[in-house]
């Protein structure tokens, strides 16, 4: 199953000297991200599915495999969406609203 | 039926209003004894109010405001303000009145009711109505037979020494420890029977004036904050405080936790408990009688107020040299009073202990504070631009080493004061320190503990 990703609505970020620095603004957990992090970061918008971004974007830049890419794109994605800072969906994210309006 | 002042018809009614309107005018302040039954039972015939000067803008919904109107006085209770291109204009209702008065062009707001006495008691008339109050209001109001009954009633108890009102005080007061809920938490005290002393503390440019009875621990303030006492003309708030004898907190729960409610910030600790009206400029502490909630109190309002302006308080030494500020940040133990024993005899310190930050325009301000560590040495009152940030280390050589800006930040973050559990503060707080961070070096500072360290600094 697919993953797709938005970034949560409880956060600061600035990019910084080609840094990008996250924060959650409800317990101030301060994150600052490297350059593959920060591409996952910036692709995040609920409707592209985690691998595609892996696949299109973090392979293409980086030069790295997808398998491995996959599982540390997986890791950052599951340690932001611990604190709120990323929401993760098995659904589109616009689509997973619409499907709970529905209901 | 309404509170007004005794005023005999004719001429002599309107030099009595000429009389009211000049004592204000010269003194600030008047006091007038309450004639009608409009305020029952907030007022009752009889009482003696401190009415002080006031504007449309000095007053909050829920004070008792001293009306002209019609070439009348009437003191009734502020129930809504209204802003137009004229200005801020109210409307006025009195607690036992059914209706609003009816807003007329000629209505004056001459000023507000600071204080109550009421027999051998003065009090700060509150800005809530209870439901219990407002009941008794409704009935006094509607029904001649039970109004004549509680006047009888007031006036037995009133020559027992003990009248109905200044009872439910009593049993407010001790209700009232530091465990209440805060949201309940009202002006409603009893004074010790004269006016409260004003203390104007002046950091970073901005003066909060502090207000209490006790003559004693204000002047016990003074001295506390020598240098840093400003003017009250140019107060940007006002706090009341209320104490109680330390004897009396509780002995636990003493975490800070500083939240907001409705535009109000509340503020509360084990030894004090406070609540900031920031549009109203005005605000309430209940506290310990010692300084150290006082030191707190200034604090946390300087931090909410600083934030919104890309400003902040750091934990920090800061010195004056050559017209540019130096900050020197750590936590405990990393230097910082070490660092400010050793600054050269040219150097103005500005704070051993917390560095003010304010932004102007472009550019970024430290200003000293009253707020000492081990050095127990209050800065000077003075500002300079900033020219450096540096994060303390103790090391066995001097070196300036750079750093990356999410470094910076996040260990800038680390050291700036942070009381408010709210994430609009928390965003703030974040932007001040990014946008600080790109426009000010901060670097780290490894230090061996001798004077050589100023050295590389300036």
């Known amino acids: ?103 | 039926m309404s509170s007004s002042i005794p005023l005999a018809p004719g001429g002599a009614q309107e030099a009595k209003l000429d009389l009211v309107v000049e004592a204000l005018r010269r003194s600030g302040k008047v006091q007038l004894r309450v004639w009608g039954m409009s305020m029952l039972p907030s007022l009752w015939p009889g009482d003696v109010v401190t009415v002080k000067a006031a504007t449309p803008e000095d007053v909050v919904l829920g004070d008792i405001g001293l009306v002209l109107r019609n070439k009348r006085c009437f003191i009734h209770r502020i129930v809504a303000t209204k802003l137009s291109q004229d200005g801020q204009s109210f409307i006025t209702r009195g607690d036992a009145m059914p209706d609003d008065d009816p807003s007329t062009a000629d209505a004056e707001l001459l000023g507000r009711v600071v204080a109550v006495r009421r027999a051998n008691r003065i009090f700060v008339p509150g800005r809530r109505v209870s439901s219990t109050d407002s009941a008794i209001g409704w009935i006094a109001c509607r029904s001649d037979v039970l109004r004549s009954l509680a006047l009888k009633f007031h006036a037995v108890r009133l020559r027992a020494g003990s009248i109905l009102v200044s009872a439910r005080l009593g049993l407010f007061r001790k209700r009232f420890s530091v465990f209440e809920p805060l949201s309940t938490m009202t002006s409603a005290v009893t004074l010790p029977g004269h006016d409260r002393e004003t203390l104007p503390i002046e950091i970073g440019g901005m003066t909060i004036a502090l207000r209490c009875h006790d003559r004693l621990f204000l002047r016990h303030l003074a001295g506390r904050y020598a240098g840093f006492v400003g003017s009250r003309r140019l107060a940007n708030f006002e706090f009341d405080i209320d104490l109680y004898e330390p004897s009396e907190s509780p002995p636990a729960g003493d975490g800070l936790k500083v939240t907001v409610e409705k535009g109000d910030w509340l503020l509360q600790r084990g030894d004090f408990r406070a609540r900031w009206t920031p549009n109203a400029r005005r605000g309430y502490i209940r506290q310990a009688k010692n300084p150290y909630a006082c030191d707190s109190l200034l604090r946390i309002v300087h931090t909410l107020i600083l934030a919104k302006q890309g400003g902040f308080l750091v934990h920090a030494a800061s010195a004056i040299r050559g017209s540019k500020a130096f900050i020197f940040s750590g936590v405990s133990g990393a230097g910082k009073t070490t660092i400010s024993r050793l600054a050269p005899p040219d150097a103005t310190l500005l704070t051993d202990e917390i560095s003010y930050v304010r932004r102007e325009g472009d550019r970024y301000l430290a200003f000293g504070t009253p707020f000492a560590g081990e050095l127990g040495k209050v800065g000077k009152n003075q500002s300079a631009p900033i020219a450096g940030f540096f994060l303390l280390e103790k090391g066995s050589q001097n070196c300036i080493e750079s750093l990356k800006p999410a470094e910076a930040v996040q260990r800038l973050l680390r050291n700036i004061l942070f009381f408010a559990e709210n994430p609009t503060f928390v965003e703030l707080v974040f932007q001040a320190a990014c946008e600080f961070a790109s426009a000010v070096p901060i670097q780290r500072l490894v230090f061996f503990p001798d004077q050589r360290v100023w050295e590389p600094i300036c």
């Open chain 1, 1 to 103: 199953m697919d993953r797709y990703i938005a970034r949560g609505s409880g956060i600061a970020a600035r990019m910084l000297g080609g840094e990008m620095m996250v924060m959650s603004t409800t317990d101030s957990t301060f994150f600052s991200l490297n350059e593959v992090a920060t591409v996952i970061w910036q692709a995040a918008d609920g409707r592209t599915p985690l691998s595609e971004i892996v696949a299109n974007k973090i392979c293409l830049e980086f030069d790295v495999d997808q398998e491995r890419a996959q599982v540390g794109a997986d890791r950052f994605v599951d340690e932001l969406s611990r604190h709120g800072i990323l929401l993760v969906s098995e659904h589109p994210w616009i689509s997973s609203l619409q499907m709970r309006e529905s209901r």
